[in-house]
C-alpha cells in the first residue's frame, strides 16, 4: 500500500502536467505582423488566443479586438517616427506573469515635397484650449464597436492637390504645418460620402481652422474627419453608411478654395488617407 506522501506526489505530477497542457493549449501564436512600414502608415497585428491581448509601441499600448479566437488590431505610425523599433504583443494571464513577445518594426525613412501657400503664420486663427480639448479628446477616444469592414474615398470624381504629409511653407521657405490628410478638389457643393460606415461623432461649425467639419466613429480606434464642408447633412449619433452623404463639398475655414481636407485618424493620431482605406 502507498504512503500518504507517495499518493500526493503523484497527485501533484499529474496536477502540474495537466498545467502544463493546459497552459500550451492556451498559448497565443502570432499570425501575422507588419515588419516594415512608413510614417503616416499603419502596422497590423492578427494573432490567436483565448485570452486578452495587447501591443505596445514607442511607448503607448494599444488594444486588440478579439473575434472568436483571433485577435487583431491597428497601431498608427507617427509622421516624425522613422528606423527600427520595438513591437511587443503582450498576453495577460490570470495570477500568472504575462507572456510576451518581441519583434522589430522597420519605418523606412520618407522625405515630404513642399507646398508653397499664401496663408501667413499670423492668418492662422487662434484656437480656444477648449475647442480643441473638445475635438482631441474625440479623436483619441475608441469603441470596441467595429462599424464596418469596407472603406472606401469619399469623393466620386476628384483631383488630389496637396497628399499626407506635405510641408506647407511661406513665401520664405519656413514650414508652417505639416499636411494630416489628403485635400481633394472637386466642385463646391459636391457630395461627400463617408469612407465607411460608422457613427457621427461630432458635427463641427464654422470653426476658424476646418469650417463646417465632421467626424466619424468607424470602431475600435479608427476615425474620419472631412473638412471646410459648405454644408452638413448630418447629425451627431446617427449611424451613417458610405452610402449617404454627409454634406457638401465647400471652402469654410482656413481654405483658399473649394476643396475637402480628409483626415484619418487612429487612437488620434492621423495617419495617410489613401493608404488606409486599402489596409484597413
Not at 10 to 29: D, P, Q, T, Y
Not at 56 to 72: H, N, R, S, T, W
Not at 239 to 251: F, H, V
Not at 266 to 276: C, E, I, M, R, S
Request: overall charge positive; hydrophobic content about 40%; aromatic content about 10%.
Amino acid at each position: 500500500m502507498k504512503s500518504d506522501f507517495s499518493v500526493k506526489s503523484n497527485v501533484c505530477a499529474v496536477f502540474f502536467l495537466f498545467l502544463i497542457i493546459v497552459s500550451h493549449a492556451l498559448s497565443f501564436e502570432i499570425i501575422k505582423i507588419t515588419e516594415y512600414t512608413f510614417p503616416g502608415g499603419i502596422i497590423k497585428v492578427t494573432l490567436e488566443s483565448p485570452r486578452r491581448c495587447e501591443a505596445e509601441f514607442m511607448g503607448k499600448v494599444y488594444p486588440l479586438f478579439k473575434d472568436d479566437k483571433i485577435q487583431a488590431g491597428y497601431i498608427p505610425v507617427r509622421l516624425e517616427m522613422s528606423g527600427k523599433a520595438p513591437l511587443i504583443i503582450r498576453e495577460k494571464r490570470f495570477l500568472r506573469k504575462d507572456r510576451t513577445t518581441e519583434k522589430t518594426v522597420t519605418i523606412q525613412k520618407k522625405k515630404f515635397r513642399q507646398s508653397r501657400i499664401s496663408v501667413k503664420k499670423e492668418d492662422i486663427p487662434a484656437i480656444s484650449d477648449e475647442s480643441k480639448k473638445n475635438i482631441k479628446l474625440n479623436l483619441d477616444s475608441f469603441t470596441k464597436n467595429k462599424y464596418s469592414d469596407k472603406f472606401s474615398l469619399p469623393l466620386k470624381k476628384y483631383i488630389i492637390t496637396s497628399g499626407f504629409g506635405v510641408r506647407r511653407v511661406d513665401k520664405k521657405g519656413k514650414t508652417l504645418w505639416q499636411h494630416t490628410g489628403v485635400d481633394f478638389v472637386a466642385p463646391r457643393g459636391t457630395e461627400v460620402f463617408p469612407v465607411a460606415r460608422g457613427k457621427v461623432l461630432q458635427v463641427i461649425k464654422d470653426y476658424p481652422l476646418y469650417g463646417n467639419a465632421v467626424i466619424i466613429e468607424h470602431g475600435r480606434g479608427v476615425k474620419s474627419f472631412y473638412m471646410h464642408l459648405d454644408e452638413v447633412t448630418c447629425v451627431e449619433g446617427e449611424i451613417i453608411t458610405a452610402e449617404m452623404s454627409l454634406g457638401a463639398l465647400g471652402s469654410t475655414g482656413l481654405s483658399t478654395g473649394a476643396h475637402l481636407h480628409l483626415g484619418i485618424y487612429l487612437f488620434g493620431v492621423p495617419v495617410d488617407p489613401l493608404y488606409a482605406v486599402e489596409a484597413l
